[in-house]
Protein backbone atom coordinates (compact mmCIF):
# COMPACT_ATOMS: atom_id res chain seq x y z
CA UNK A 1 0.00 0.00 0.00
CA UNK A 2 1.63 3.14 -0.95
CA UNK A 3 1.62 6.15 1.43
CA UNK A 4 -1.64 7.57 1.98
CA UNK A 5 -2.78 11.38 1.81
CA UNK A 6 -5.21 13.23 3.74
CA UNK A 7 -7.07 15.95 3.76
CA UNK A 8 -4.83 17.62 7.09
CA UNK A 9 -3.39 16.92 9.91
CA UNK A 10 -4.16 18.52 13.55
CA UNK A 11 -1.92 20.48 15.76
CA UNK A 12 -2.02 19.98 19.04
CA UNK A 13 -2.59 22.46 21.93
CA UNK A 14 0.69 21.56 23.41
CA UNK A 15 2.51 23.70 20.75
CA UNK A 16 1.69 26.50 22.97
CA UNK A 17 3.88 25.41 25.31
CA UNK A 18 6.72 24.73 23.21
CA UNK A 19 10.40 26.34 23.79
CA UNK A 20 11.16 25.22 20.45
CA UNK A 21 8.31 26.80 18.37
CA UNK A 22 8.16 29.88 20.86
CA UNK A 23 11.72 31.00 19.34
CA UNK A 24 11.08 31.37 15.81
CA UNK A 25 10.94 33.60 13.94
CA UNK A 26 6.82 35.10 12.71
CA UNK A 27 7.77 33.70 8.97
CA UNK A 28 9.10 30.77 10.24
CA UNK A 29 6.36 29.88 12.38
CA UNK A 30 3.89 30.43 10.12
CA UNK A 31 5.44 28.35 7.61
CA UNK A 32 6.26 25.33 10.18
CA UNK A 33 2.20 25.24 10.52
CA UNK A 34 1.70 25.57 7.12
CA UNK A 35 3.98 22.21 6.21
CA UNK A 36 2.23 20.42 9.43
CA UNK A 37 -0.77 19.29 7.49
CA UNK A 38 1.24 18.35 4.17
CA UNK A 39 3.18 15.97 5.76
CA UNK A 40 2.61 12.15 5.38
CA UNK A 41 1.59 9.21 7.59
CA UNK A 42 5.13 9.05 8.24
CA UNK A 43 5.61 12.38 9.31
CA UNK A 44 7.65 13.42 5.88
CA UNK A 45 7.51 15.48 3.05
CA UNK A 46 9.68 16.93 0.28
CA UNK A 47 11.99 19.32 1.39
CA UNK A 48 13.20 21.00 -1.92
CA UNK A 49 12.42 25.29 -1.20
CA UNK A 50 10.46 25.67 -4.67
CA UNK A 51 8.55 22.47 -4.26
CA UNK A 52 7.41 24.06 -0.49
CA UNK A 53 6.55 27.53 -2.07
CA UNK A 54 4.48 25.70 -5.52
CA UNK A 55 2.50 22.95 -3.13
CA UNK A 56 2.56 24.14 0.41
CA UNK A 57 2.74 28.25 0.75
CA UNK A 58 1.61 30.05 -3.22
CA UNK A 59 -0.02 32.60 -1.76
CA UNK A 60 2.24 33.96 0.96
CA UNK A 61 3.94 36.92 -0.66
CA UNK A 62 6.75 36.82 1.87
CA UNK A 63 7.76 33.53 1.78
CA UNK A 64 9.88 32.74 -1.13
CA UNK A 65 12.27 30.04 -2.83
CA UNK A 66 14.78 32.10 -2.07
CA UNK A 67 14.38 32.49 2.21
CA UNK A 68 11.73 29.18 2.51
CA UNK A 69 15.48 27.57 3.12
CA UNK A 70 16.73 29.90 5.98
CA UNK A 71 13.71 29.49 7.54
CA UNK A 72 13.32 25.65 7.14
CA UNK A 73 17.04 25.51 9.11
CA UNK A 74 15.66 27.67 11.57
CA UNK A 75 13.02 25.47 12.17
CA UNK A 76 14.94 22.48 12.19
CA UNK A 77 17.57 23.95 14.70
CA UNK A 78 15.44 24.33 17.47
CA UNK A 79 12.29 22.29 16.49
CA UNK A 80 11.84 17.97 15.53
CA UNK A 81 10.66 19.04 12.32
CA UNK A 82 14.19 18.49 10.89
CA UNK A 83 15.57 19.51 7.43
CA UNK A 84 18.05 17.35 5.82
CA UNK A 85 19.78 16.44 2.17
CA UNK A 86 19.88 12.93 0.89
CA UNK A 87 21.20 12.24 -2.28
CA UNK A 88 21.96 15.64 -3.42
CA UNK A 89 17.92 16.27 -2.79
CA UNK A 90 16.38 17.73 0.76
CA UNK A 91 13.73 16.19 2.62
CA UNK A 92 11.60 17.36 5.86
CA UNK A 93 11.27 15.06 8.98
CA UNK A 94 9.09 15.70 11.92
CA UNK A 95 10.30 13.51 14.32
CA UNK A 96 7.99 11.65 17.06
CA UNK A 97 5.50 12.49 14.45
CA UNK A 98 2.74 9.42 15.30
CA UNK A 99 3.85 10.23 19.31
CA UNK A 100 4.09 13.63 19.67
CA UNK A 101 1.61 14.95 16.98
CA UNK A 102 -0.90 12.01 15.53
CA UNK A 103 -2.94 9.47 16.72
CA UNK A 104 -2.59 6.85 13.89
CA UNK A 105 -3.37 3.27 13.50
CA UNK A 106 0.23 2.45 12.95
CA UNK A 107 -1.18 -0.30 10.45
CA UNK A 108 -2.86 1.92 8.30
CA UNK A 109 0.30 3.72 7.62
CA UNK A 110 1.00 2.89 4.20
CA UNK A 111 4.99 2.27 2.83
CA UNK A 112 7.66 5.00 4.32
CA UNK A 113 8.55 6.46 0.50
CA UNK A 114 10.92 8.76 1.73
CA UNK A 115 14.53 9.01 3.80
CA UNK A 116 14.62 9.16 7.53
CA UNK A 117 16.67 11.51 9.36
CA UNK A 118 19.32 10.05 11.59
CA UNK A 119 20.85 13.12 13.51
CA UNK A 120 24.30 13.12 10.92
CA UNK A 121 23.27 16.32 9.18
CA UNK A 122 22.87 19.62 10.67
CA UNK A 123 25.41 20.90 10.14
CA UNK A 124 25.67 19.73 7.15
CA UNK A 125 22.77 21.03 5.53
CA UNK A 126 23.63 24.49 6.80
CA UNK A 127 26.88 23.88 4.10
CA UNK A 128 24.84 22.49 1.65
CA UNK A 129 27.14 19.31 1.91
CA UNK A 130 26.01 15.76 -0.01
CA UNK A 131 25.78 13.31 2.35
CA UNK A 132 25.04 9.73 2.83
CA UNK A 133 22.77 9.49 6.07
CA UNK A 134 23.37 6.06 6.59
CA UNK A 135 26.99 6.76 6.43
CA UNK A 136 29.05 8.47 9.15
CA UNK A 137 31.26 11.33 8.26
CA UNK A 138 34.80 11.89 8.97
CA UNK A 139 35.82 14.85 10.56
CA UNK A 140 38.64 15.51 8.20
CA UNK A 141 36.45 14.86 4.98
CA UNK A 142 33.72 17.21 6.13
CA UNK A 143 36.16 20.18 6.69
CA UNK A 144 37.70 19.76 3.36
CA UNK A 145 33.84 20.10 1.49
CA UNK A 146 32.93 22.97 3.84
CA UNK A 147 36.05 24.94 2.59
CA UNK A 148 34.76 24.09 -1.13
CA UNK A 149 31.44 25.43 -0.76
CA UNK A 150 32.41 28.47 0.95
CA UNK A 151 35.16 29.17 -1.95
CA UNK A 152 32.35 28.56 -4.56
CA UNK A 153 29.94 30.73 -2.53
CA UNK A 154 32.51 33.33 -2.38
CA UNK A 155 32.40 34.01 -6.67
CA UNK A 156 28.56 35.45 -5.93
CA UNK A 157 27.76 38.66 -7.00
CA UNK A 158 26.26 40.65 -3.69
CA UNK A 159 23.55 41.17 -5.47
CA UNK A 160 22.75 37.39 -6.21
CA UNK A 161 20.42 35.96 -3.76
CA UNK A 162 22.72 32.66 -2.39
CA UNK A 163 19.25 30.92 -1.24
CA UNK A 164 17.82 31.86 -4.87
CA UNK A 165 20.98 30.83 -6.97
CA UNK A 166 21.06 27.47 -5.04
CA UNK A 167 17.36 26.26 -5.69
CA UNK A 168 17.76 27.23 -9.02
CA UNK A 169 20.83 24.86 -9.20
CA UNK A 170 19.25 22.28 -7.35
CA UNK A 171 16.07 22.85 -9.98
CA UNK A 172 18.49 22.21 -12.84
CA UNK A 173 19.98 18.60 -11.16
CA UNK A 174 16.26 17.44 -10.84
CA UNK A 175 15.36 17.75 -14.46
CA UNK A 176 18.80 16.20 -15.43
CA UNK A 177 20.03 19.43 -16.79
CA UNK A 178 22.82 20.00 -14.20
CA UNK A 179 24.95 23.04 -15.04
CA UNK A 180 28.90 22.98 -15.01
CA UNK A 181 31.30 25.43 -14.32
CA UNK A 182 31.01 27.45 -17.60
CA UNK A 183 27.31 27.58 -17.69
CA UNK A 184 27.29 29.04 -14.26
CA UNK A 185 29.63 31.67 -15.39
CA UNK A 186 27.17 32.27 -18.22
CA UNK A 187 24.48 32.19 -16.27
CA UNK A 188 25.58 34.81 -13.68
CA UNK A 189 26.35 36.84 -16.39
CA UNK A 190 22.79 36.67 -18.07
CA UNK A 191 21.18 37.66 -14.77
CA UNK A 192 23.47 40.88 -14.25
CA UNK A 193 22.41 41.80 -18.17
CA UNK A 194 18.92 41.20 -16.75
CA UNK A 195 18.83 43.19 -13.46
CA UNK A 196 20.78 46.09 -15.92
CA UNK A 197 17.35 45.64 -17.50
CA UNK A 198 15.45 46.87 -14.84
CA UNK A 199 14.65 43.09 -13.54
CA UNK A 200 14.85 41.46 -10.01
CA UNK A 201 17.25 38.59 -10.28
CA UNK A 202 15.75 36.65 -7.31
CA UNK A 203 12.29 37.26 -9.35
CA UNK A 204 13.97 36.34 -12.35
CA UNK A 205 15.22 32.70 -10.15
CA UNK A 206 12.39 32.37 -8.90
CA UNK A 207 10.26 32.06 -12.00
CA UNK A 208 12.67 29.52 -13.49
CA UNK A 209 12.25 27.63 -10.72
CA UNK A 210 8.36 27.15 -10.41
CA UNK A 211 8.56 26.43 -14.03
CA UNK A 212 11.28 24.21 -14.39
CA UNK A 213 12.95 26.79 -17.13
CA UNK A 214 16.45 25.48 -18.14
CA UNK A 215 16.82 29.22 -18.97
CA UNK A 216 16.69 32.21 -17.49
CA UNK A 217 14.47 35.26 -18.88
CA UNK A 218 12.56 38.24 -17.95
CA UNK A 219 9.56 37.97 -15.26
CA UNK A 220 6.29 37.38 -17.37
CA UNK A 221 3.72 40.36 -17.86
CA UNK A 222 1.10 37.46 -16.38
CA UNK A 223 3.27 36.47 -13.72
CA UNK A 224 3.79 40.18 -12.39
CA UNK A 225 -0.15 40.62 -13.18
CA UNK A 226 -1.24 37.34 -10.95
CA UNK A 227 1.37 38.50 -8.33
CA UNK A 228 -0.45 41.93 -7.76
CA UNK A 229 -3.99 40.58 -7.80
CA UNK A 230 -3.52 37.61 -5.82
CA UNK A 231 -0.41 38.30 -3.42
Same mark, same amino acid.
Given at each position: ?????????????????????? #???? *?????????????? *?????? %??????????????????? %?????????????????????????????? =???? =?? /?????????????? $????? $??????????????????? &?? &???????????? %????????? /????????????????? #???????????? *????? =????? /????????? =?????????????????????
Amino acid at each position: MGNPKTRGRMIKRSISQSEGFA #KLSP *SAAVLFCMIIPHLS *SHGKLN %GEPFFIKGEICPRIKYLTP %GNIGRYLREISDVTNMKWFKFKGLRYIHCL =NFLK =NH /QDLNINKLGNDLLP $TYSGL $TPELVHHEVEVEVEVEVEV &KD &KVEVEVEVEDNS %GKLPEWLDK /QSWESFLEMRKQIKKPM #KENAIKLAIKKL *SELKD =NGEDP /QKVLEQSIM =NSYQGLFPVRKERKQWEDKYL
